[in-house]
């Protein structure tokens, strides 16, 4: 069977395969109105590999896409062939040796910090436990001198407290034996 002809029924074209050699006809569908059941008469005229019924009930409804007069609406259709990786990539893009693992944190930090600020780089090994050990005592020393002062200046003020109390005893004292009250 070729593709020669079509039928045009209720505003919707239908291809019809008719044999090789056989001229095509177009028929259209007669009205709704006439009387006659259209369904039943092409159906018997052809042995249609559609539902005709399922085409009216699918027209009867209403459309999907409301088209508005104000509003211009554009279509369109792409026609070609989906791209592959390959085509990227290239036909060899899988050929040759894969890395065996992804690199490390460390290999990564190396290859893109410069070798004169990586950590301490300006030093040998013993050099760097030397900075490092007196930078720790340097700031454990440092800890321990502001605790003192803390408790220095803490204790300077409880020395001066005190001693503010005892003038004014000594002062509350003098006044109780100038007034000539008995001292307590």
């Known amino acids: 069977m070729t593709f020669l002809g079509c039928l045009v029924l209720a505003s919707v074209v239908i291809p019809v395969q008719t044999p090789a050699g056989q001229t095509p006809t177009v028929m259209s569908a007669p009205a709704a109105g006439s009387g006659q059941k259209t369904s039943a008469s092409a159906a018997e005229a052809f042995d249609l590999p559609v539902s005709i019924e399922r085409i009216q009930r699918a027209l009867a409804r209403p459309p999907a896409i409301r088209l508005r007069s104000?509003?211009?609406?554009?279509?369109?259709?792409?026609?070609?062939?989906?791209?592959?990786?390959?085509?990227?990539?290239?036909?060899?893009?899988?050929?040759?040796?894969?890395?065996?693992?992804?690199?490390?944190?460390?290999e990564f930090l190396n290859m893109?910090?410069?070798?004169?600020?990586?950590g301490y780089a300006a030093f040998s090994n013993r050099e760097a436990?030397?900075?490092?050990?007196?930078?720790?005592?340097?700031?454990?020393?440092?800890?321990?001198?502001?605790?003192?002062?803390?408790?220095?200046?803490?204790?300077?003020?409880?020395?001066?407290?005190?001693?503010?109390?005892?003038?004014?005893?000594?002062?509350?004292?003098?006044?109780?034996?100038?007034?000539?009250?008995?001292?307590?």
């Open 70 to 106: 104000d509003r211009p609406v554009f279509r369109i259709e792409v026609l070609g062939r989906k791209p592959t990786i390959a085509d990227f990539l290239g036909p060899d893009y899988l050929k040759g040796p894969a890395p065996y693992g992804g690199m490390t944190h460390s």
């Open 112 to 118: 893109v910090t410069p070798k004169d600020v990586q």
């Open 129 to 184: 436990f030397t900075v490092a050990a007196t930078s720790f005592a340097l700031q454990w020393a440092l800890q321990k001198a502001i605790l003192k002062f803390e408790n220095a200046k803490k204790e300077r003020e409880r020395e001066t407290a005190r001693a503010e109390v005892q003038d004014a005893l000594a002062a509350l004292a003098k006044a109780r034996q100038r007034a000539g009250l008995p001292p307590k």
